[in-house]
């Protein structure tokens, strides 16, 4: 039983191979019917799928493939000639035998409800129609009696005779052959032992590379595997780092070094490796495009070309089993609402054919599928009046907007352009639809457009889901990872370079204004802007949509692995996965289409919040956190610093300060600590405090009687930013207080 199961799933996965080219090779061979190598091609595939199936005791595919090879066959002789019409009979042949097959695979029989009678019929139609056709062909105009019965018999015998005939040289042909291998055989053997090498090498080149399938789950397995091996190897890097900032082991540090590269170079080679083994060409979806644009324009009664190039760009299993649907959906769009019909496209003064180009390439670690036809194109003022009609923008928005944000309208939910509802397309669903499969796939599609001459649509796709390049930012306490293949460019600005138009923030950008929101705001977390007057702005684009997002730090470029996030916070908003970096913290990775759809919902103005921010008008107004294990100490700090008027809180311990930190919304102007303390000394609580990144510039000052130069060299690697010495006098102590905090000395009162 084992043996018989395999047999049945390597005769399915042969079948399905087979009858994918199969349908190339039929809209092939009716472009050029007198392909007689296509076509004995074509017959010999129908005659293995039959002789397979008949082995395995699949009667009905038997008997369906079985009528389907005697047409094929009559047509090798050249008794009938490929038409259209008989084509179209062809064609639902093959799609029976694929749901017969797909019965197969899920029943183990064809005993499906498929009703194949009737395309049977009609296949032995032809068949013998055409042998009834051929003899009244040869009837004479003014028969004579008798004569019809002895022609019947006479063209009878001259069939058989030529088949006879044809079978006889092929005979030939083959003895002629194995003769010839044979006399090869027999050289090949007497040469002596030192053309061996060549003689072997000759043979592998004449054979095809062998290839092993592989179950995809162990694949995915493996590709995890790599994951968590590019996870040790930046977190390698990072320890690196670290040991290269505090230690001066040259010799130590350089052999560490080599032993990372060495790491990393094997890492990265066994990642492309993997990768591969994961890759297949795109023409596996490209595949299933001419037949279903052969069918649509017989349905449009349309004379639609299809041109591919590129189908031999390889792809992520994962993104081509995606990337199927939007693709047909686009095709079928351009077929009905893009290429005109034969009448209109003369009175353009076009051809009457039009030309749909589906071509595919790489562009760095992306793949860039285009779709371009040669119809009648987008109009920006049609678009947008369809949008008002259907109250999907206000006239206030179409006028602000550019040809290429009106191309975008075609994505939005309910919008459609067909006159009525079509079995085709038309009932104003799908490009919404499409455009959030590309997204979900962290792709973006770009239009470009000329109104009767035609439409360009590229969707730009990563080649793997599995690892990306991505930005690495942080806002507030979190990092974020903004996939690299949506950044633009990164601009360091000044705050004076911000404006606010209708209350909303904007950056003038060389020739454009874009809109600027926090990506705190986005995300509806507290936030703290810097008052140094400068802002780091990551350009984000997705399509003909460009943003500006405003981040605290930009911590560097990652390369990082995907893990979904859950169950339970699967679609989070702008959220699309996680990651763990060098450090084994989690960083969430950005959706960008979703974050620009909920950037816009933003009303935060960057300058109001500054001014909010920046209301200190009294000493009250500013806060330190004392943090030290005697209550005497405590009290003597707070007594020395009394003329400030400031607002004090007090911890005893660095544990009970991280938790007061944390629970906190308001930000801190600075935190006085003790370095000698119990269950967390002054040095480790600075090195927690610089870890949370929304108190990573708080000013620390520590307040001890450690004073060797290792005390102050070990409070600098920590994070301390001021170090002072127990006792320290009531003016030495205010002075640095005030200079740390920003105090304005107008403010301190005699």
């Not at 592989?214 to 390698?236: A, C, S, T």
């Not at 505090?246 to 540090?253: A, E, K």
């Not at 997002?549 to 692995?561: K, R, S, T, Y």
Request: glycine share 4%.
């Amino acid at each position: 039983m084992d043996e018989m199961q395999e047999i049945l799933e390597d005769f399915l996965i042969e079948a399905f191979e087979l009858i994918e080219q199969l349908d190339l090779d039929l809209i092939e061979l009716e472009h050029n019917p007198n392909d007689i190598e296509l076509l004995n091609k074509i017959f010999r595939v129908a005659h293995t799928i039959k002789g397979s199936s008949s082995f395995l005791g699949f009667d009905t595919l038997t008997h369906l493939t079985h009528n389907m090879e005697d047409v094929l066959n009559k047509a090798r002789h050249k008794e009938i000639i490929i038409t259209p019409d008989i084509m179209d009979i062809i064609l639902r042949s093959t799609s029976l035998m694929k749901e017969l097959l797909i019965h197969i695979k899920e029943y183990q029989n064809d005993q499906s409800d498929q009703d194949i009678e009737s395309c049977v019929q009609d296949l032995q139609k032809i068949s013998t129609q055409k042998k009834d056709t051929s003899l009244k062909s040869k009837k004479s105009t003014k028969p004579t009696k008798g004569k019809n019965k002895k022609n019947a018999q006479n063209e009878d015998l001259d069939e058989e005779i030529a088949r006879l005939l044809a079978w006889r040289q092929e005979q030939d042909r083959q003895k002629r052959a194995d003769k010839k291998a044979k006399q090869q055989n027999q050289l090949n053997q007497n040469i002596d032992s030192t053309n061996k090498t060549i003689t072997m090498t000759n043979k592998e080149k004449a054979t095809s590379d062998p290839t092993v399938r592989v179950d995809v789950k162990r694949l995915d397995n493996l590709m995890n595997l790599i994951g968590e091996l590019v996870l040790g190897k930046n977190r390698l890097l990072r320890i690196y780092k670290a040991i290269e900032e505090r230690c001066d082991i040259d010799q130590l540090l350089e052999e560490f070094n080599q032993v990372v590269s060495s790491i990393s170079m094997v890492t990265t080679d066994l990642q492309l490796a993997v990768m591969k083994t994961r890759m297949l060409p795109i023409g596996k979806v490209f595949s299933k495009i001419p037949r279903m644009v052969r069918e649509l324009s017989r349905e449009l009664n349309k004379e639609i070309e299809l041109i591919i190039e590129g189908e031999e760009t390889e792809l992520d299993k994962s993104i081509i089993e995606e990337i199927g649907d939007p693709l047909v959906h686009i095709i079928r769009n351009s077929c009905d609402h893009g290429i005109e019909n034969p009448d209109i496209r003369k009175e353009k003064g076009k051809a009457p054919i039009g030309t749909i180009k589906l071509s595919a390439y790489n562009e760095g670690n992306h793949i860039v599928i285009s779709i371009q036809d040669d119809g009648k194109g987008l109009d920006a003022n049609m678009l947008k009046t369809k949008a008002i009609e259907k109250n999907i923008i206000t006239q206030e928005e179409a006028d602000m907007m550019s040809e290429k944000e009106a191309y975008n309208l075609i994505f939005k939910p309910g919008f459609s352009t067909a006159a009525s509802i079509t079995n085709v397309s038309g009932r104003g669903v799908g490009m919404d639809v499409v455009r959030a499969n590309i997204e979900q796939l962290n792709g973006i599609i770009e239009i470009d457009s000329k109104p009767s001459v035609g439409m360009i649509l590229k969707l730009k796709i990563p080649l793997t889901l599995a690892i990306i390049q991505t930005l690495v930012v942080a806002a507030q306490a979190e990092n974020y990872a903004i996939p690299l293949s949506s950044v633009l460019e990164t601009v360091h600005i000044s705050h004076n370079d911000i404006y606010s138009i209708d209350g909303k923030s904007v950056l003038h950008l060389r020739d454009e204004v874009l809109s600027l929101v926090h990506l705190s705001d986005i995300f509806e977390v507290p936030k703290t802007i810097k008052t140094n007057q400068q802002a780091y702005v990551v350009i984000i684009g997705l399509g003909n949509q460009k943003i500006g997002i405003i981040v605290d730090e930009l911590i560097g470029q990652e390369e990082i692995v995907i893990k979904s996030l859950g169950y339970y916070l699967k679609g989070t908003a702008g959220i699309a996965g996680a990651s763990v970096r060098g450090d084994g913290k989690v960083i969430l990775i950005i959706d960008i289409g979703t974050m620009i759809e909920m950037a816009k919902e933003v009303k935060a103005n960057f300058h109001q919040i500054l001014d909010n921010q920046n209301t200190k008008t009294k000493t009250s107004d500013y806060q330190i956190l004392i943090v030290d294990d005697s209550q005497t100490d405590r009290a003597l700090i707070k007594k020395l610093l009394a003329p400030l008027k400031i607002t004090i809180y007090e911890a005893s311990n660095g544990i009970e300060a991280l938790e007061m930190l944390k629970s906190n919304e308001n930000i801190l102007d600075g935190i006085l600590i003790d370095i000698e303390m119990p269950k967390m000394d002054g040095y480790t609580l600075s090195r927690e405090i610089k870890k949370i990144h929304k108190f990573k510039n708080i000013p620390i000052i520590a307040l001890t009687s450690k004073n060797t130069k290792s005390d102050r060299m070990r409070g600098i690697e920590s994070g301390i930013n001021e170090y002072l010495t127990k006792p320290c006098t009531q003016e030495y102590l205010i002075k640095m207080v005030c200079q740390h905090i920003h105090l304005p000395q107008h403010l301190i009162q005699p």
